[in-house]
């Protein structure tokens, strides 16, 4: 106990962690490989305390100011406005501003200026202000200060900004590092540190990094009056994970890695102080290089690019027209020498209206219809949506609903360019481990030299045990006689963290006993001396925690402790045990040096150490995935694997994680031997330095002697089950890809829901004795060749299975990752597709994070359909960039995959929430937005159109200049962005009680052509009805108490009135769920055309022109006025509503049959019946879906 309160005490640094991370107190050899280092793309060099370097201030590297914005204070206007005028519809609007100065303008330049400054300058300040929050997190960045060591042999304060390459730093405990540094020495006297990169991945866990031995001992400021080296290294790039590059310092030339560079804005912890040099400034260092994002666009935008062209399109097409009649009116104006419309007198007019010249005059008609008629473009559009998401974005934000407390995390829409998109997913593509389970292992069963242990019982053996008629006698295990769950063995002791385990045969002790004891021994020795965990030893209590880079290998160390093998100490070159000597009978402390690490990767699949015990005996300890572990047993010590085997299989079958665990003992001569090459191979300076290092590991991880196995538990995550069955009512296909076996990930499949038992699987797997055999005999040629072909025939079938089935099984589609890299080929990924796109789920076993991407962006582009992918590790970040939605958890995995998503949430489960309700929301109101902003432009321009028609094609805009300005900005913006924000088809509840609702989203029924098409049509038949009837009404009518008729003036207004009236009255029939702001806004704006008209029109009438008093004086004291607005607007809106009526009791819509069954009050209705009703138009959609996802796949 005296080491460990050593320990506790903060004494760590008396500890030597440096060879345990990478091996730097042993010498490295250098050989041709330095030939990278000045080559192409390692060609920096720093000269170490000298930044005035002559030689140095040549290479003119870039200062340490960091700018994250978007703009500086002098291109701020022109960049700025060049974004905004890359829309098409900008562009337009600036032409037409640019024409209105001309004669040819229908109206004047000034008000056609103000809605396009007001949209413009809007969008603008939205900009500015986003960018001046960045400029403000950028200068309180650059301002930070930091001692660094100047001319005068002292450290001084400096601001970041002004640090150069090559400055010496020192920088103290909880301080952020300014730039990127390679660490010199910290306060620990071999030079380690521990370092935070929350800000850069998310992982709260702390990174050690270490400084070369022959720095580490500069550690005072006097040491460095002195100190020149010399760097020599790679080129400034975005990898976070390697750093290639040598130091000469007195005359000799060291190898540099990762574990010597502290990244900027990562922090330092749990060390008093470190001294570093500048290697990376400003936008140079490598967390500036990964800032580039590139946004993502949704399939709602993408298509209102195209509405917006079918816009232009009628637009010039109605111009055509109105020109093509307009010239021919013209030119009769003179028929045969005599003036038809004599009162124009065409013989004195201008080119504009010349007989003579009828087909320049029609050109330059075509021009100003161009202009009069560009009403039909909403120019408010892009600006109101912009609004609109940014607004959905806080409601997801602040959904106390997917809050979870365990973490004290909301969701988070990281980007608000996709909401709708959520409610348009058809399939997810999910990790398993940390995503649909919670990625806290459970130590619960082993399996010792052939013989199982462990009692309980997991949830996937629960879920199989109701698969199965006979459960109780099928979940009994015949060596251990299982019979209680895993949760029930922590309640027969004290529960302790990464520990599920029960069995008396080797607990307290007991192993002792064991037939195998010598086994058991050597096998919970491997679990205490194989990681890199580090102990904790908590003063106030004296227990001991771990800090281990994985929860498995957290899971291992406290396995060992608790069946008496107990880790307490490591130093420079040795890990201490309290072992239990069974020979003995009592415990005792055993030390063992530590020569080796051989790391864990995803490629080599293991982790090796390499230790000398007490005996002198040098021992091999490893565990790794049974994958990569049998095939290099010793053929001569292939004991029990016959029985290993089968309980890894059980092991599989119950859900759990397994490693498989051996040993080997090594001669002196065949260490030594060994490790020349693998210090050759750790001191090369190249990029291949990894593969040669993986190399020469293979070469000693050889002839192993199996001990057995370990199967951890990582348990479902609260609610996927249920959350998977809504997702899969809601028509969303689920796929699982991920790195388990195929037995575990079938088996977590039943547990979750995703596979059922009236589900047929199809199965596709390599393995196969006749590959098998190919494989061994190292004939790779012909293995591929054979594999290859067994892939396309079992696709073959596969697809036989699909047409036998028939329209009521489902299927559920099982890969290995093995088979998968072959599926995945150019010549079969088509057919794969076609396959697994008509089976309810997928689950891609053994899949490696290459082609988790590579499955995420088949599906993508071979369905055309929206991929959601979720993940909540650093392996899933390329999946969830390739998806159209990539949503992080925030799990133990760290942050990595959170922070390169567009949603984040905590919880698998939360994934139903965010779909089935924010998703359906968002979609619903971003399509109603849509087509009403598209309806009420149409609506309103073709009035003019219909107007001009009356008026010979003159170009005449029937309605004054600032009331056409005004009518997108005013009169009826606000409504719409009120739609957009508030609206509710049903409430939250029943869009999670009724998922069969998202399927509206998933099969675009909102926003499809016939849909958009149909509102353009309504728009169309409303200016129709608002124009003919105004005009039929007022004909032969006094509209004075003096007689006298209507005038231009007064039509105008009340063509104009009648026009704002029916499209916010539209708005009220559209809406499905009021609040008082959205009263507010509809009848704010049509009580704001009042008040506008009675301010506007008590101006001098050379500003108001033709409204000048024509509300207070004509308009309000007539009957007739407001008689014929109440009789124009009902008969306009009376389509729709009798549109609506027979709809929705004749073919209503799935929302359409919620809303009924909630306001009847018929709550027992159950999703079901609403599916069966709905299945014929439903049917129809998924059929047509079908047959083209099939004509793609064939295409």
């Known amino acids: 106990m005296r080491d460990l309160r050593k320990m506790a005490g903060g004494s760590r640094k008396g500890i030597r962690f440096s060879r345990?991370?990478?091996?730097?107190?042993?010498?490295s050899k250098f050989r041709d490989e330095h030939s990278q280092i000045g080559g192409k793309g390692y060609s920096r060099i720093v000269y170490c305390n000298d930044p005035d370097n002559p030689e140095q201030l040549q290479?003119?590297?870039r200062s340490n100011y960091v700018s994250t914005t978007k703009y500086t204070a002098f291109n701020f206007i022109p960049k700025s406005l060049f974004e905004q005028f890359r829309r098409v519809a900008n562009i337009y609007f600036l032409a037409v501003a640019c024409v209105s100065f001309s004669p040819l303008a229908p109206y004047s330049a000034t008000s056609v200026l103000a809605p396009l400054v007001v949209v413009i300058g809007v969008t603008m300040a939205k900009e500015a202000l986003e960018d001046w929050r960045r400029m403000k997190q950028d200068i309180e960045a650059n301002?930070?200060?930091?001692?660094?060591?100047?001319?005068?042999?002292?450290?001084?304060?400096?601001?970041?900004?002004?640090?150069r390459v090559g400055n010496l730093v020192k920088v103290y405990k909880d301080e952020y590092f300014p730039a990127d540094l390679l660490l010199i020495s910290s306060s620990y006297e071999d030079g380690i540190c521990y370092v935070e990169t929350t800000n850069l991945d998310g992982e709260t866990n702390l990174k050690v990094k270490h400084a070369l031995d022959v720095t580490s001992s500069l550690r005072d400021d006097d040491y460095y009056k002195k100190f020149k080296a010399i760097i020599k290294c790679e080129d400034p790039n975005e990898d976070l994970?390697?750093?290639?590059?040598?130091?000469?310092?007195?005359?000799?030339?060291?190898?540099l890695s990762l574990q010597q560079i502290l990244v900027r804005d990562s922090k330092l912890r749990n060390t008093e102080y470190v001294y570093g040099v500048v290697v990376f400034t400003g936008h140079d260092t490598k967390v500036m290089q990964n800032a580039i994002d590139p946004p993502k666009r949704s399939k709602i935008e993408r298509k209102m690019d195209k509405i917006v062209y079918i816009l232009f399109s009628l637009l010039v097409s109605v111009s055509l027209m109105g020109s093509f009649f307009f010239g021919i009116t013209t030119k009769n104006d003179i028929h045969d020498g005599k003036v038809q419309r004599w009162y124009l007198q065409p013989e004195h007019t201008t080119v504009f209206y010349d007989p003579k010249r009828a087909a320049l005059a029609a050109f330059f008609h075509f021009l100003t219809g161009l202009m009069l008629y560009g009403y039909l473009i909403p120019i408010s559009l892009y600006v109101s949506i912009e609004m609109v998401k940014v607004l959905q974005g806080i409601f997801i934000n602040q959904d106390q609903d997917m809050y979870y407390e365990e973490t004290d995390n909301l969701a988070h829409a990281r980007t608000s360019n996709l909401n709708e998109e959520l409610g348009q997913v058809d399939?997810?593509?999910s990790d398993k481990t940390g995503t649909l389970t919670c990625n806290s292992m459970d130590f619960v069963k082993c399996s010792i030299a052939g013989t199982a242990y462990g009692l309980g019982v997991t949830e996937v053996e629960r879920a199989l045990a109701k698969r199965k008629v006979d459960a109780k006698h099928n979940i009994t295990n015949s060596s251990s006689n299982i019979q209680m769950s895993t949760d029930d063995v922590t309640d027969l002791g004290k529960s302790i963290k990464g520990f599920n385990f029960k069995d008396d045969r080797i607990m307290n002790g007991g192993w002792v006993n064991e037939p195998h004891a010598d086994v058991i021994q050597k096998f919970f020795r491997v679990l205490a001396l194989c990681h890199t965990a580090i102990p904790e030893v908590n003063q106030e209590t004296g227990e001991i925690d771990y800090e281990a880079e994985s929860p498995d290998e957290a899971a291992f160390v406290i396995a060992a402790r608790e069946l008496g093998f107990e880790f307490f100490e490591r130093t420079q070159s040795s890990i201490s045990l309290h072992e239990l000597d069974y020979g003995k009978g009592r415990k005792t402390d055993r030390s063992y040096e530590l020569l080796h690490v051989l790391e864990f990767s995803s490629a080599r699949k293991r982790m090796s150490v390499i230790v000398k015990n007490a005996e002198n005996q040098l021992l091999l300890l490893s565990k790794g995935a049974d994958s990569a572990m049998f095939e290099r047993l010793s053929r001569k010590a292939k004991d029990f694997e016959a029985k290993t085997r089968e309980h890894i299989k059980r092991y599989a079958e119950a859900g759990l994680r397994t490693l498989v665990v051996a040993y080997r003992e090594l001669s002196e001569d065949e260490f030594r031997s060994w490790e020349e090459e693998f210090l050759d191979a750790k001191a090369s300076v190249n990029a291949d330095r990894g593969a040669l290092v993986d190399a020469a590991t293979d070469k000693i991880e050889r002839d192993l002697i199996l001990l057995g196995a370990t199967a951890v538990e990582d348990k479902l995550q609260k609610g996927v089950p249920q959350c998977i069955e809504k997702l899969a009512n809601a028509g969303i296909k689920i796929w699982v890809i991920t790195g388990d076996q195929m037995e575990t990930a079938i088996n977590i499949g039943y547990a979750c829901g995703l596979l059922r038992e009236d589900m047929k699987q199809i199965v596709i797997t390599l393995d196969s004795p006749e590959i098998s055999d190919l494989e061994k005999r190292g004939d790779e040629n012909e293995a591929t060749k054979a594999s290859s072909e067994s892939i396309t025939e079992q696709i073959r079938k596969g697809k036989s299975q699909l047409c036998s089935g028939g329209s009521s099984t489902t299927f559920g589609l099982i890969i290995d990752g093995k088979s998968l890299s072959f599926a995945l080929s150019s010549n079969l990924e088509g057919a794969f597709l076609d396959l697994a796109v008509h089976c309810a789920s997928v689950i891609c076993c053994r899949s490696t994070p290459k082609q988790k991407a590579l499955v995420t962006r088949l599906v993508?582009?071979?369905?055309?359909?929206?991929t959601l992918a979720i993940g909540d590790g650093a392996n899933d970040v390329g999946m969830l960039q390739e998806a159209d939605i990539g949503v992080?958890?925030?799990?133990?995995?760290g942050m990595q995959a959170a922070m390169s998503s567009d949603f984040?949430?905590?919880q698998f489960c939360f994934l139903e929430r965010l779909l089935l309700v924010h998703g359906h929301w968002c979609y619903r109101r971003i399509s109603m937005m849509i087509c009403y902003f598209f309806y009420k432009n149409i609506a309103f321009g073709f009035t003019l159109f219909w107007f001009e028609a009356r008026a010979s094609f003159s170009g005449q805009p029937a309605y004054n200049d600032w009331y056409m300005s005004f009518y997108n900005v005013f009169f009826t913006s606000l409504p719409v962005i009120a739609l957009g924000v508030f609206d509710q088809d049903v409430s939250a509840r029943l869009c999670l009680k009724h998922p069969q609702l998202y399927e509206e989203g998933v099969h675009d029924i909102l926003f499809s052509w016939p849909r958009i098409l149909g509102w353009m049509l309504n728009g169309i038949i409303s200016s129709m009805i608002i124009f003919f009837f105004t005009t039929n009404s007022i004909l032969h009518q006094a509209f004075r108490r003096d007689g006298s008729v209507v005038d231009f003036e007064v039509l105008g207004v009340l063509m104009y009135t009648c026009v704002v009236w029916t499209v916010n009255c539209q708005m009220a029939l559209s809406i499905n769920y009021f609040t008082w702001i959205q009263h507010f806004f509809i009848w704010g704006s049509i009580a704001f055309w009042y008040i506008f008209l009675v301010i506007y029109g008590s101006l001098s009438p050379v500003v108001s022109t033709t409204a000048f008093r024509v509300l207070v004086e004509a308009c309000a004291p007539s009957p007739f006025y407001w008689l014929a607005t109440l009789l124009v607007v009902v008969s306009t809106l009376l389509p729709y509503i009798l549109y609506r009526t027979l709809q929705v009791e004749f073919n209503p819509m799935i929302h359409d049959r919620i809303q009924r069954s909630g306001l009847g009050g018929s709550e027992n209705e159950s999703p079901g019946d609403l599916s069966i009703r709905h299945s014929g138009k439903m049917g129809s959609v998924k059929d047509k879906s079908r047959y083209r996802d099939s004509l793609l796949v064939k295409r």
């Open 20 to 27: 345990l991370y990478s091996f730097s107190c042993l010498k």
């Open 59 to 61: 290479l003119r590297y």
């Open 143 to 163: 301002n930070r200060k930091v001692k660094v060591y100047d001319r005068s042999n002292t450290f001084q304060d400096t601001r970041w900004k002004n640090l």
């Open 241 to 255: 994970y390697s750093f290639i590059g040598t130091m000469w310092y007195n005359g000799l030339q060291h190898p």
């Open 427 to 429: 399939t997810i593509l």
């Open 860 to 866: 993508k582009k071979g369905t055309g359909k929206t």
């Open 888 to 893: 992080g958890i925030s799990g133990v995995e």
């Open 904 to 906: 984040t949430v905590a």
